[in-house]
């Protein structure tokens, strides 16, 4: 199934489930996250504070020390959400999106 057939509501939850799991991975930052999908900055960003909205508790974590937002987002608490199920299909949702 092309990315064209998929629903905007399937979609937006495979992005953001993938999003949480790269960040788990130790993708974890905007410029990783753009890198590792090809997603537009301002999506990359959207998508992190949308995570709430499925109870994943994702955090920034400063570099300590460090001034200018450097540092990495840290996925704390999944919620309802199975990290493992993502794990086992990420091929399918990587195809769906568009993401290499």
Known sequence: MSSS???KTKTSFYRRLYVAYLIDQGIASVPALTEATGMPRRTAQ???NALAELDIDC???PEPGERHNIGRYV???WGAIN???IA???GAI???LGYP
């Open 94 to 96: 990587k195809a769906a």
């Open 83 to 85: 990290p493992e199920w």
């Open 88 to 90: 086992r299909h990420q």
């Open 59 to 61: 955090r920034f974590e």
């Open 46 to 48: 959207d998508t992190l």
């Open 5 to 7: 057939q998929i629903s």
């Open 75 to 77: 996925i704390h608490d």
